[in-house]
C-alpha cells in the first residue's frame, strides 16, 4: 500500500484499474489451484448417484458412501500400506543420509563443495522415465524389484536434494558459535550436536522429513514401473482407476490428495527457507 | 597456577599468513590483552589457545602441559564469545549449569555454582528466562557467569563489549576486572579498542599483520612503543613523526631544532613525540596553525611541521589563532627515535 501512496504520478483511476488486475490475478490463480481441488473433495463426499448427477450441489451432502466403497474396495488397504511403508522408509533414508549432507555443507569448507551443492540439485534435472528401464533390469538383477525397500531408495533419490538443501539452510542458521561454546564448556563434537544443535534444529529436520514423506507418497511413475504385487497407493489407483466407476476415481483423489495437502500446508515455513526466503 | 606459553605458533590459511611465529607467555593470574586492528590475528591466536582452530605449527602449553593436540573441552578453559553465545533452547540457569552438568557435578553443587555466579554478575532474578527475553547486556552477564561457573584455569575473551552500547560496555568494563581479579584466573582479552585494553590489561600484546609488536605494560607501551606501528596505534590522537637529519653523530636536526639523539650509522631516521608532551614557547619545532579543536580541558592543534601534519595537545588558554606561526618544545625525556626502515625504536 505504501508504495503506491508514494506514486502521486499514477492517476486515482490508473491505480484502481491495477488493484482490480491485482485482484482478478489472484482469483484467477487461487482458482486454478482450489477448483479441482473442491471438486475432488465434493465428489469425494458424495454419494455414489450424486456424483454422476447433474446439477452438482455447491455444498457435499457428506455421504461416505463413495470412501467407504474406496476403503473397502480389494487392494486398497494393502496399497495404502505400502503407501506409508514406502514412504516411511524414504523419509527415514533421506533424513538419515540428508541431515548429515547438510550439516557438513553448512559447517565445512571442503574442495569441490560448490559442485556437490550443484550436483546436489542436478540430480532432479534427470527425467525419471529415462532412468526407469535401466532402474527396473537392475533391480530385478539385484532382487530389489517389487520390494518397499527398493521403491523407498528411488523415492529417497528424489527426495534426497531438498532434505540436504533444507537441512544446510536450518544448521547455516544456527550460530557456529553455540556449538564452539559448546565445546569449551566440555562437550565432544557428537554431544554438542545433540545437545545444541539438534534441540534448535529439531522442528525443520521433522519439516524436512514430512516433505520426504510427501515426495514418496505421491510418487506415481517409479512406483508403477518397479512394483506390481505390492503396489503403493498411487500406482495402484492409476492401474485400477482406468476401469472403475466415477465416484471411485474421486474418493482415491483426495485420499491421496488430502494427506500430502496438510503435511506440506504443515511444514511451508521450512520449504520457502529451503529456497532463500526469510521465514515470515 | 596456569601459566600460558605460546611457543612459535603460526598459522596459515592456504597461502594466506594470519600468523607469524608467535611466541607470548602468559604468567599465572595475569590479564593479558590482545590489542589490534581488525585482521591482525589476534582473535585466530585466542582461537589456537581455545582449540577452536589448529595451528600450522608451533604449540601452546597451559598450565605445564601440551594442549595444542586436545580438544577444546581438555584444555581447562573457558570461553565468552563476542555475540555471547547464550543456548537459545535452555534458561539462563541451564546456560550457566551447562558446563557443570558435563563435568557430572552433584546437583547441589550446581545450584551452588550457579547461584553464587549468577549473584557475582546481578543476574540471580533471570535465572529462569531464556536468552530471547534478554537485552545485549544480560545476555553477555550470562556468557561470563557461564564461563565463570567452570572455574576454568584460564578465560579467553573474544570482544566479549563490542556488541554493547558505549554506556554499559563503561559499567561492565569496570565490572569485569573486578570479578576478574577476585576470581584469579589468568585471561586472555582480545579487543580492538585501545582505551579497553589500556585499562584492562596488566599487560597487552600489541598486534599487527600477524606479529606480535610489543608486549608489555600499558604504561611502558604508551611511553615506549617498541615499534612505530605502536605509537600511531595507540593513543588518540596519536604519535607525531618528524624525519629528523644527522648533523653530527648522536646529533639530529628535526624541523629546525637540533637535538641530542642516539649514535646511528644512519642518515635519516624518525623523530617521534605524543601530542601532550609539547608545550608551545620561544624554542622548539616550527609550526604553522591549521585546525583549532577546544576540547575542554585542553585544545587540540594541529599544525604543519615540516610539511606534515603534527597534532599537539595544549592548555586551553594559549591564544592561538589558524595561521600563527609556533615554536613547540618538545619534553626531552618524552622524545622517541625510530629507524625508518625497520620501523623499530632506536
Given at each position: 500500500?505504501?508504495?503506491?501512496?508514494?506514486?502521486?504520478?499514477?492517476?486515482?483511476?490508473?491505480?484502481?484499474?491495477?488493484?482490480?488486475?491485482?485482484?482478478?490475478?489472484?482469483?484467477?490463480?487461487?482458482?486454478?489451484?482450489?477448483?479441482?481441488?473442491?471438486?475432488?473433495?465434493?465428489?469425494?463426499?458424495?454419494?455414489?448417484?450424486?456424483?454422476?448427477?447433474?446439477?452438482?450441489?455447491?455444498?457435499?451432502?457428506?455421504?461416505?458412501?463413495?470412501?467407504?466403497?474406496?476403503?473397502?474396495?480389494?487392494?486398497?488397504?494393502?496399497?495404502?500400506?505400502?503407501?506409508?511403508?514406502?514412504?516411511?522408509?524414504?523419509?527415514?533414508?533421506?533424513?538419515?543420509?540428508?541431515?548429515?549432507?547438510?550439516?557438513?555443507?553448512?559447517?565445512?569448507?571442503?574442495?569441490?563443495?560448490?559442485?556437490?551443492?550443484?550436483?546436489?540439485?542436478?540430480?532432479?534435472?534427470?527425467?525419471?522415465?529415462?532412468?526407469?528401464l535401466p532402474l527396473a533390469v537392475m533391480f530385478i538383477r539385484t532382487g530389489l524389484d517389487?520390494?518397499?525397500i527398493g521403491l523407498a531408495l528411488v523415492h529417497t533419490t528424489l527426495a534426497l536434494p531438498?532434505?540436504?538443501?533444507?537441512?544446510?539452510?536450518?544448521?547455516?542458521?544456527?550460530?557456529?558459535?553455540?556449538?564452539?561454546?559448546?565445546?569449551?564448556?566440555?562437550?565432544?563434537?557428537?554431544?554438542?550436536?545433540?545437545?545444541?544443535?539438534?534441540?534448535?534444529?529439531?522442528?525443520?529436520?521433522?519439516?524436512?522429513?514430512?516433505?520426504?514423506?510427501?515426495?514418496?507418497?505421491?510418487?506415481?511413475?517409479?512406483?508403477?514401473?518397479?512394483?506390481?504385487?505390492?503396489?503403493?497407493?498411487?500406482?495402484?489407483?492409476?492401474?485400477?482407476?482406468?476401469?472403475?466407476?466415477?465416484?471411485?476415481?474421486?474418493?482415491?483423489?483426495?485420499?491421496?490428495?488430502?494427506?500430502?495437502?496438510?503435511?506440506?500446508?504443515?511444514?511451508?515455513?521450512?520449504?520457502?527457507?529451503?529456497?532463500?526466503?526469510?521465514?515470515? | 597456577?596456569?601459566?600460558?606459553?605460546?611457543?612459535?605458533?603460526?598459522?596459515?590459511?592456504?597461502?594466506?599468513?594470519?600468523?607469524?611465529?608467535?611466541?607470548?607467555?602468559?604468567?599465572?593470574?595475569?590479564?593479558?590483552?590482545?590489542?589490534?586492528?581488525?585482521?591482525?590475528?589476534?582473535?585466530?591466536?585466542?582461537?589456537?589457545?581455545?582449540?577452536?582452530?589448529?595451528?600450522?605449527?608451533?604449540?601452546?602449553?597451559?598450565?605445564?602441559?601440551?594442549?595444542?593436540?586436545?580438544?577444546?573441552?581438555?584444555?581447562?578453559?573457558?570461553?565468552?564469545?563476542?555475540?555471547?553465545?547464550?543456548?537459545?533452547?535452555?534458561?539462563?540457569?541451564?546456560?550457566?549449569?551447562?558446563?557443570?552438568?558435563?563435568?557430572?557435578?552433584?546437583?547441589?553443587?550446581?545450584?551452588?555454582?550457579?547461584?553464587?555466579?549468577?549473584?557475582?554478575?546481578?543476574?540471580?532474578?533471570?535465572?529462569?528466562?531464556?536468552?530471547?527475553?534478554?537485552?545485549?547486556?544480560?545476555?553477555?552477564?550470562?556468557?561470563?557467569?557461564?564461563?565463570?561457573?567452570?572455574?576454568?584455569?584460564?578465560?579467553?575473551?573474544?570482544?566479549?563489549?563490542?556488541?554493547?552500547?558505549?554506556?554499559?560496555?563503561?559499567?561492565?568494563?569496570?565490572?569485569?576486572?573486578?570479578?576478574?581479579?577476585?576470581?584469579?584466573?589468568?585471561?586472555?582479552?582480545?579487543?580492538?579498542?585501545?582505551?579497553?585494553?589500556?585499562?584492562?590489561?596488566?599487560?597487552?600484546?600489541?598486534?599487527?599483520?600477524?606479529?606480535?609488536?610489543?608486549?608489555?605494560?600499558?604504561?611502558?607501551?604508551?611511553?615506549?612503543?617498541?615499534?612505530?606501528?605502536?605509537?600511531?596505534?595507540?593513543?588518540?590522537?596519536?604519535?607525531?613523526?618528524?624525519?629528523?637529519?644527522?648533523?653530527?653523530?648522536?646529533?639530529?636536526?628535526?624541523?629546525?631544532?637540533?637535538?641530542?639523539?642516539?649514535?646511528?650509522?644512519?642518515?635519516?631516521?624518525?623523530?617521534?613525540?605524543?601530542?601532550?608532551?609539547?608545550?608551545?614557547?620561544?624554542?622548539?619545532?616550527?609550526?604553522?596553525?591549521?585546525?583549532?579543536?577546544?576540547?575542554?580541558?585542553?585544545?587540540?592543534?594541529?599544525?604543519?611541521?615540516?610539511?606534515g601534519l603534527f597534532r599537539a595537545i595544549l592548555e586551553s588558554n594559549a591564544a592561538i589563532?589558524?595561521?600563527?606561526?609556533?615554536?613547540?618544545?618538545?619534553?626531552?625525556?618524552?622524545?622517541?627515535?625510530?629507524?625508518?626502515?625497520?620501523?623499530?625504536?632506536?
Open positions: 500500500m505504501s508504495a503506491v501512496a508514494e506514486m502521486p504520478i499514477a492517476a486515482p483511476a490508473t491505480r484502481k484499474a491495477g488493484n482490480w488486475l491485482l485482484v482478478a490475478t489472484v482469483i484467477l490463480l487461487s482458482v486454478w489451484v482450489l477448483l479441482p481441488i473442491y471438486l475432488l473433495i465434493v465428489n469425494a463426499l458424495s454419494s455414489p448417484e450424486e456424483v454422476t448427477a447433474f446439477p452438482k450441489r455447491f455444498f457435499p451432502s457428506f455421504d461416505f458412501g463413495s470412501l467407504s466403497f474406496f476403503i473397502n474396495f480389494a487392494g486398497v488397504g494393502r496399497a495404502l500400506w505400502n503407501s506409508v511403508l514406502v514412504a516411511t522408509l524414504t523419509m527415514i533414508l533421506s533424513i538419515g543420509f540428508g541431515a548429515p549432507a547438510g550439516y557438513a555443507l553448512s559447517r565445512f569448507d571442503f574442495p569441490g563443495k560448490g559442485t556437490f551443492r550443484f550436483l546436489v540439485l542436478m540430480t532432479r534435472a534427470f527425467p525419471l522415465p529415462l532412468l526407469a517389487d520390494t518397499a531438498f532434505a540436504v538443501l533444507i537441512t544446510f539452510s536450518l544448521f547455516s542458521g544456527i550460530p557456529v558459535e553455540l556449538e564452539e561454546a559448546a565445546w569449551t564448556l566440555g562437550c565432544t563434537r557428537l554431544q554438542a550436536f545433540r545437545k545444541v544443535i539438534l534441540p534448535l534444529a529439531l522442528p525443520g529436520i521433522a519439516a524436512s522429513a514430512v516433505f520426504a514423506f510427501t515426495i514418496s507418497w505421491n510418487e506415481v511413475f517409479a512406483a508403477a514401473v518397479l512394483t506390481i504385487e505390492n503396489r503403493t497407493l498411487t500406482a495402484f489407483l492409476l492401474q485400477s482407476l482406468g476401469e472403475s466407476p466415477l465416484y471411485l476415481k474421486f474418493a482415491g483423489g483426495a485420499a491421496l490428495v488430502i494427506p500430502a495437502l496438510i503435511f506440506i500446508f504443515a511444514v511451508r515455513k521450512y520449504l520457502f527457507a529451503m529456497w532463500g526466503i526469510a521465514n515470515r | 597456577m596456569a601459566e600460558i606459553a605460546i611457543k612459535q605458533v603460526a598459522k596459515r590459511f592456504g597461502g594466506f599468513t594470519a600468523l607469524h611465529s608467535i611466541d607470548l607467555t602468559i604468567a599465572d593470574q595475569e590479564f593479558m590483552v590482545l590489542l589490534g586492528a581488525s585482521g591482525c590475528g589476534k582473535t585466530t591466536l585466542l582461537r589456537i589457545v581455545a582449540g577452536l582452530e589448529t595451528p600450522s605449527q608451533g604449540e601452546v602449553w597451559i598450565g605445564g602441559r601440551r594442549v595444542d593436540h586436545l580438544p577444546p573441552r581438555d584444555r581447562g578453559i573457558a570461553m565468552v564469545f563476542q555475540n555471547y553465545a547464550v543456548f537459545p533452547h535452555l534458561t539462563v540457569f541451564e546456560n550457566i549449569a551447562f558446563g557443570l552438568r558435563m563435568k557430572k557435578l552433584a546437583q547441589q553443587e550446581v545450584e551452588r555454582r550457579v547461584t553464587r555466579t549468577a549473584e557475582l554478575m546481578h543476574i540471580e532474578q533471570l535465572l529462569k528466562r531464556y536468552s530471547g527475553q534478554l537485552s545485549g547486556g544480560q545476555r553477555q552477564r550470562v556468557a561470563v557467569a557461564r564461563a565463570l561457573a567452570m572455574e576454568p584455569d584460564v578465560i579467553l575473551m573474544d570482544e566479549p563489549l563490542s556488541n554493547l552500547d558505549a554506556l554499559l560496555r563503561l559499567e561492565m568494563r569496570a565490572e569485569l576486572k573486578g570479578v576478574l581479579a577476585a576470581s584469579e584466573t589468568t585471561t586472555i582479552y582480545v579487543t580492538h579498542d585501545q582505551v579497553e585494553a589500556m585499562s584492562l590489561a596488566d599487560r597487552i600484546a600489541v598486534m599487527h599483520q600477524g606479529h606480535i609488536v610489543q608486549a608489555a605494560s600499558p604504561v611502558e607501551v604508551y611511553r615506549n612503543p617498541a615499534a612505530r606501528f605502536v605509537g600511531s596505534f595507540i593513543g588518540n590522537p596519536p604519535m607525531n613523526f618528524i624525519p629528523a637529519t644527522k648533523t653530527a653523530n648522536g646529533s639530529w636536526t628535526v624541523a629546525g631544532l637540533t637535538l641530542p639523539g642516539p649514535k646511528s650509522d644512519k642518515h635519516k631516521i624518525e623523530f617521534a613525540i605524543r601530542p601532550e608532551d609539547v608545550d608551545a614557547g620561544d624554542e622548539g619545532l616550527h609550526a604553522t596553525v591549521r585546525v583549532i579543536e577546544p576540547l575542554g580541558p585542553h585544545t587540540l592543534v594541529t599544525c604543519d611541521v615540516e610539511g589563532a589558524v595561521g600563527d606561526h609556533l615554536r613547540l618544545a618538545p619534553k626531552a625525556d618524552r622524545i622517541r627515535w625510530f629507524d625508518p626502515e625497520t620501523t623499530n625504536a632506536l
